[in-house]
């Protein structure tokens, strides 16, 4: 179909649809369903369920299921990183953005559903599973976040980022509410642990289903200039050489730069807290399935409200203002959270002040960068970079969190490090020139 106008309602609500479609992804598979389940079935209990060990064999090592299972999503947020600027230079060289987040989508879901096969018997099938799902996750974002600038004016971006963010934080939810309710109707827990697989499957169909929308309306061919840049010879090359020529001009920008370190710096906090907390919960304050889901759903709704507040926040004062508030709450939650959360109710508040400032953090990361990027027709391999610090920030943030809590008694140790990133990542969003008032 013919390309809709940039800054048109319609195409804007089908580029923010894709944020409805994979964030099931985040709450099902990373922050609720999956880790309650991969608990469940890598715990050894006895007759009474008391809980006996924590310990899986992976590789020939004996590791916490913990430390296991973050160290598999670093592994796999890794892999993005490597290959996403490759892809994205790629794509904006030959014009098949759209194919690219497509194939990562697909790989996503497909994984997602798939997990329905994992069970106790198969721990290796499980992890490669998780692994391949957050690729296709991660992949997919590295193009949908380049198109923010090519389907929004400047002055839009701010707002339609939040969009996406609430969208994605209202449709997740609704399939968490399906999800909780399949579970806790199930009397036994073999039942519960089986309506849990057919979670995943529905996270499977939910993606794919919800991507039509985006896919059918976003434009097939990125621009029409990329077409005239199509010659003979590898793309492998010509997004190399992109790439390089991105560099050059990025080097070059201080602002964009600082920018993008601070951002490195305090989302290694914000990545980890948000894979971890179920872990948390569940470890350190022995909370049970439901009262974890309630959790993440007060964590959801409130997020939905922090994105618009942001955002409106933003325009009154400008975007590093907002994102400077932003890691300073983040460093007083974490830092409620090392002294103060010993019980459900503790862990609820947390959860409604993490939902505030999640989505505020996100989405204005994300429209600061667009903001920040010069006049270029390299939209993805600019994203690249951004993706890239992202990706390797969890990466960092989770190896160090699992290595600490490897070495540690308690879950609440790590907690110092993600502290310090995001007192660090306030100061070094100091050193960014402000231009003006919107950035």
Same mark, same amino acid.
């Given at each position: 179909?013919?390309?809709?106008?940039?800054?048109?309602?319609?195409?804007?609500?089908?580029?923010?649809?894709?944020?409805?479609?994979?964030?099931?992804?985040?709450?099902?598979?990373?922050?609720?369903?999956?880790?309650?389940?991969?608990?469940?079935?890598?715990?050894?209990?006895?007759? +009474?369920?008391?809980?006996?060990?924590?310990?899986?064999?992976?590789?020939?090592?004996?590791?916490?299921?913990?430390?296991?299972?973050?160290?598999?999503?670093?592994?796999?947020?890794?892999?993005?990183?490597?290959?996403?600027?490759?892809?994205?230079?790629?794509?904006?060289?030959?014009?098949?953005?759209?194919?690219?987040?497509?194939?990562?989508?697909?790989?996503?879901?497909?994984?997602?559903?798939?997990?329905?096969?994992?069970? +106790?018997?198969?721990?290796?099938?499980?992890?490669?599973?998780?692994?391949?799902?957050?690729?296709?996750?991660?992949?997919?974002?590295?193009?949908?976040?380049?198109?923010?600038?090519?389907?929004?004016?400047?002055?839009?971006?701010?707002?339609?980022?939040? /969009?996406?963010? +609430?969208?994605?934080?209202?449709?997740? +939810?609704?399939?968490?509410?399906?999800?909780?309710?399949?579970?806790?109707?199930?009397?036994?827990?073999?039942?519960?642990?089986?309506?849990?697989?057919?979670?995943?499957?529905?996270?499977?169909?939910?993606?794919?289903?919800?991507?039509?929308?985006?896919? $059918?309306?976003?434009?097939?061919?990125?621009?029409?200039?990329?077409?005239?840049?199509?010659?003979?010879?590898?793309?492998?090359?010509?997004?190399?050489?992109?790439?390089?020529?991105?560099?050059?001009?990025?080097?070059?920008?201080?602002?964009?730069?600082?920018?993008?370190?601070?951002?490195?710096?305090?989302?290694?906090?914000?990545?980890?807290?948000?894979?971890?907390?179920?872990?948390?919960?569940?470890?350190?304050? /022995?909370?049970?399935?439901?009262?974890?889901?309630?959790?993440?759903?007060?964590?959801?709704?409130?997020?939905?409200?922090?994105?618009?507040?942001?955002?409106?926040?933003? $325009?009154?004062?400008?975007?590093?203002?907002?994102? /400077?508030?932003?890691?300073?709450?983040?460093?007083?939650?974490?830092?409620?959270?090392?002294?103060?959360?010993?019980?459900?109710?503790?862990?609820?508040?947390?959860?409604?002040?993490?939902?505030?400032?999640?989505?505020?953090?996100?989405?204005?990361? $994300?429209?600061?960068?667009?903001?920040?990027?010069?006049?270029?027709?390299?939209?993805?391999?600019?994203?690249?970079?951004?993706?890239?610090?992202? /990706?390797?920030?969890?990466?960092?943030?989770?190896?160090?969190?699992?290595?600490?809590?490897?070495?540690?008694?308690?879950?609440?140790?790590?907690?110092?490090?993600?502290?310090?990133?995001?007192?660090?990542?306030?100061?070094?969003?100091?050193?960014?020139?402000?231009?003006?008032?919107?950035?």
């Amino acid at each position: 179909m013919a390309n809709l106008e940039k800054g048109s309602k319609k195409l804007i609500n089908a580029w923010a649809t894709y944020d409805l479609a994979n964030s099931v992804y985040n709450l099902v598979i990373t922050a609720t369903i999956f880790p309650i389940y991969y608990k469940a079935v890598t715990t050894t209990k006895d007759d +009474a369920g008391n809980e006996i060990s924590n310990l899986v064999h992976f590789l020939g090592f004996e590791i916490k299921n913990t430390t296991l299972y973050d160290f598999a999503i670093a592994f796999a947020f890794l892999i993005v990183a490597v290959i996403s600027p490759l892809l994205s230079g790629i794509a904006d060289y030959g014009g098949s953005k759209k194919r690219f987040m497509q194939f990562f989508c697909y790989l996503g879901a497909i994984s997602c559903s798939l997990m329905y096969f994992f069970n +106790a018997d198969t721990l290796y099938l499980g992890i490669i599973l998780a692994i391949l799902a957050c690729v296709g996750f991660a992949g997919s974002l590295v193009f949908y976040n380049s198109y923010l600038p090519e389907i929004a004016h400047p002055e839009q971006q701010d707002a339609v980022s939040a /969009k996406g963010f +609430a969208m994605g934080y209202v449709g997740s +939810a609704v399939l968490l509410i399906v999800n909780l309710v399949m579970v806790m109707t199930r009397e036994t827990g073999a039942e519960k642990l089986q309506m849990m697989q057919w979670a995943f499957v529905t996270v499977g169909i939910w993606w794919m289903a919800f991507a039509q929308i985006t896919f $059918r309306f976003l434009p097939k061919v990125d621009q029409e200039m990329n077409v005239q840049k199509k010659s003979q010879g590898s793309y492998i090359f010509k997004g190399f050489k992109e790439l390089q020529k991105v560099w050059a001009e990025l080097k070059h920008n201080k602002r964009l730069v600082r920018f993008l370190f601070a951002f490195f710096i305090y989302s290694m906090g914000v990545q980890t807290v948000m894979l971890v907390a179920n872990h948390f919960g569940s470890d350190e304050i /022995k909370m049970e399935a439901g009262q974890l889901i309630t959790t993440i759903l007060i964590i959801q709704f409130v997020a939905m409200l922090g994105a618009y507040l942001f955002s409106y926040t933003s $325009r009154k004062t400008s975007n590093l203002f907002t994102l /400077k508030i932003a890691t300073i709450i983040w460093s007083l939650i974490c830092i409620f959270t090392f002294f103060f959360v010993f019980t459900a109710v503790h862990f609820y508040i947390v959860a409604a002040f993490v939902g505030l400032v999640m989505g505020g953090i996100q989405s204005l990361s $994300r429209s600061t960068y667009s903001k920040m990027l010069p006049e270029t027709e390299d939209n993805a391999s600019y994203f690249s970079f951004y993706d890239v610090c992202e /990706k390797l920030s969890i990466v960092c943030g989770m190896a160090t969190f699992g290595l600490i809590n490897e070495v540690s008694s308690t879950m609440r140790t790590p907690i110092v490090a993600l502290i310090a990133f995001f007192v660090l990542g306030y100061l070094l969003l100091l050193r960014v020139p402000a231009v003006d008032k919107q950035s």
